[in-house]
């Protein structure tokens, strides 16, 4: 018989929160054969040894108990250490997250346009899942599931870290029905509805994804809502979740969602400050049974893409 061990999880984090972002939690790998604890951060950071020496002396690497690390300390496999990050200088996106619903065990929010959604390289504090920590003051938040940092629209988050693998498992196990909507070109010789499938690949710096040959990881209906002469409204209903799935099948349908600065073109990221034109993807829809409660729920944005209402003042 087959016993499988539970995971132990890793103790709590010595340190407080940064601005509602989490302190840092590196685990020491076993089988590394490091002299010291900084030998090994400095070759697994980007930082550079200066920086991290200088973390060392300030006192900023602590262990399990809060305790600083010495710059000597020998390395432990298994070993877990704590530090804070330097917060990047982060434009402010000047748009508000709303939340959409809450109880005890869930944040349904809806994020605008050019928030990210969790903490990633260069955006950190200026991110949906921070900015919630600090405006409900519940440090505990986590999300069940990410939206790309252009799109708009409904996000799921957790309020208790222990309930967070049952949430994350709805969309893993796609027992969550998702609608999005989308302004693009119209094309009165596309026939829809239809459902596209093919197989999408996306590579590691590598801005854009790209479809090739072999089986179907990704699997898109799309509808349309409603047009005009030169631009239509759409429904996209994805039941798979590869990166920019949707953004990647209207593009090979002919109709590339307004506003996006990878497909078919790539453009390269536009300044920081500019919040002009974003991208005409929303995600209106979230429904689901909650797995702790066994509440079924229904959110919907009440957002609207400007490049349909105003289509002018959009692209001004």
């Not at 917060?87 to 809806?110: C, G, K, N």
């Not at 899942?129 to 440090?139: K, Y």
Request: charged share 25%; net charge positive; with cysteine.
């Amino acid at each position: 018989m087959i016993v499988m061990r539970r995971r132990t999880p890793p103790p709590p984090s010595p340190l407080p929160q940064r601005n509602g972002v989490d302190a840092v939690r590196v685990r020491l790998p076993a089988g590394d054969a490091w002299a010291t604890v900084r030998d090994h951060l400095v070759a697994r950071l980007t930082a550079g040894a200066g920086v991290i020496d200088g973390m060392f002396d300030a006192g900023r690497i602590v262990d399990a108990n809060g305790r600083r690390v010495a710059r000597t300390a020998a390395y432990v496999p298994g070993m877990f250490v704590w530090f804070c990050r330097e917060l990047p200088d982060e434009e402010q996106v000047p748009f508000t997250v709303d939340v959409v619903y809450r109880d005890e065990h869930v944040v349904v929010a809806d994020k605008p346009h050019f928030l990210a959604t969790t903490p990633r390289g260069s955006h950190v504090a200026e991110t949906a899942l921070a900015r919630l920590r600090r405006q409900l003051d519940i440090p505990t938040l986590g999300a069940a599931h990410r939206l790309d940092r252009l799109t708009a629209g409904l996000v799921l988050f957790t309020v208790r870290p222990e309930e967070r693998g049952a949430y994350q498992s709805l969309f893993r196990d796609k027992r969550v029905a998702k609608e999005y909507e989308a302004v693009a070109p119209y094309d009165p010789r596309l026939v829809l509805p239809r459902t596209v499938r093919s197989r999408i690949v996306k590579e590691r710096g590598v801005m854009a994804a790209r479809e090739v040959e072999g089986e179907p990881n990704a699997v898109s209906r799309v509808e349309l809502l409603e047009h005009g002469h030169e631009h239509a409204r759409y429904r996209l209903m994805p039941s798979t979740g590869q990166t920019h799935q949707l953004r990647v099948h209207m593009n090979a349908l002919g109709v590339p969602i307004l506003g996006d600065p990878l497909y078919p073109v790539v453009t390269g990221p536009g300044a920081a400050s500019d919040f002009r034109r974003p991208l005409q993807l929303l995600a209106r829809m979230l429904e689901f049974t909650d797995p702790v409660t066994g509440r079924e729920h229904r959110f919907v944005s009440p957002r609207v893409l400007r490049a349909w209402s105003a289509y002018e003042e959009w692209a001004g």
